[in-house]
């Protein structure tokens, strides 16, 4: 995956407007004119489309967003916030366990 590409969409998933959403959209129908795929009245359509579908359900796309960006950080190896308490909780309770052994061998 292309970095810029990656971070443009890390970008534009994190501030979550609508008028970012509506330019990459807008550039992804260009790209498929400019690449022979669509007609530049199929991209016109295909773009209307996906913005009033953005428009009567604004929340569908930040979901999809944020669930991308859960598997592209998920893939990455980043881990969840939970995950990361979970590990904290058990390196505590590891770290107690082996001072009450010192104190009990020191005794």
Excluded: F, Y
């Amino acid at each position: 995956m292309d970095n810029n590409n990656w971070l443009q969409q890390i970008v534009m998933m994190g501030i979550g407007t609508t008028s970012l959403v509506a330019d990459k959209i807008k550039e992804m129908g260009d790209q498929m004119v400019k690449d022979g795929k669509i007609n530049p009245d199929q991209a016109k359509t295909m773009v209307d489309d996906i913005m009033k579908q953005v428009k009567l359900d604004p929340g569908s796309v930040d979901e999809q967003m944020q669930r991308w960006m859960r598997h592209t950080m998920q893939d990455l190896g980043v881990t969840r916030q939970s995950e990361t308490d979970e590990l904290r909780g058990r390196i505590d309770r590891l770290e107690r366990q082996v001072r009450e052994l010192e104190n009990k061998l020191w005794k």
